[in-house]
């Protein structure tokens, strides 16, 4: 029988070197978006993650967004290089394993749909879903936010979906916004992977891979799910048509070291 995986990864920063709502508000004209973003975090208004959508919904500078500027930030997008070798590679990866591969983000779902047309079926893309007003084509509510918490309900539907075990889920991400899922994941045995050197990520991750190709995401999943070892590894990606150049695996001890006041202390006890 196939070993079933499920493969799930976050969208900005992670398949693509753009955040969604820098392109988007570059297409509308409006030049504050970390700003914005900026202020909502302080408050605490909404999960993180989930700000665009938030200020689609209810910012005066977002409300004249409609689903064509969604589709056309999608086309705007940057992705990673080789994203579509990525998805194409888990198909045919090796004899015995099947990789379910979805995109959970809390990015408008008509955004990652466009940007990843002809590369991941649209029903493998989940991110947050809007309810259009018919007559006017503005933004009237939000169906479903996947964003922090929302993730793991969304991925453990997928899951269910697919009769997949937890420690057979993979997830990769980058942000703030995954901790809720990579925690998830973590407990349940599955692997994480953090594409993005965040202390915040990369002390929950069990694996982080630094790269500006999505192939490098291979490399834990090769090592941990198949168990390659370095050489297969080498031959894997040459027969992509892609060679390893540089491939550090480095552990960095961060420490922060001060004087300690425990003499300071004494003395003044003494002298008392």
Excluded: C
Excluded at 57 to 80: A, M, N, Q, W, Y
Excluded at 162 to 178: E, K, P, Q
């Amino acid at each position: 029988m196939l070993k079933q995986y499920l493969l799930a990864s976050d969208f900005d920063q992670t398949l693509s070197f753009n955040d969604s709502g820098v392109v988007l508000s570059e297409l509308i004209g409006f030049h504050g978006f970390h700003d914005k973003v900026s202020g909502l975090s302080h408050m605490n208004l909404v999960q993180q993650g989930a700000e665009l959508s938030y200020l689609i919904l209810h910012d005066p500078e977002f409300r004249h967004v409609r689903r064509s500027h969604l589709v056309e930030t999608g086309k705007r997008i940057r992705l990673k290089h080789n994203v579509e070798m990525f998805a194409r590679a888990l198909d045919t990866l090796a004899d015995g394993y099947n990789f379910h591969f979805n995109v959970i983000s809390a990015a408008p779902q008509e955004i990652i749909q466009s940007a990843l047309e002809g590369i991941v079926p649209a029903d493998h893309i989940f991110g947050t879903r809007f309810r259009y007003n018919e007559e006017t084509g503005e933004v009237d509510s939000i169906i479903r936010a996947t964003a922090g918490w929302g993730k793991i309900t969304v991925l453990e539907e997928i899951r269910a979906s697919l009769g997949i075990s937890h420690d057979n889920i993979i997830y990769m991400g980058d942000g703030s916004s995954d901790l809720p899922v990579m925690m998830h994941v973590n407990q349940h045995d599955g692997l994480t992977i953090a594409v993005s050197e965040a202390k915040f990520i990369t002390r929950i991750a069990q694996r982080t891979v630094l790269s500006d190709n999505t192939m490098s995401v291979l490399v834990p999943v090769l090592e941990e799910v198949l168990r390659w070892d370095s050489v297969k590894i080498r031959r894997f990606f040459t027969a992509s048509g892609l060679m390893l150049r540089e491939w550090d695996k480095t552990r960095t001890d961060m420490l922060t070291i001060q004087e300690s006041n425990q003499d300071a202390t004494a003395s003044a006890v003494t002298a008392h």
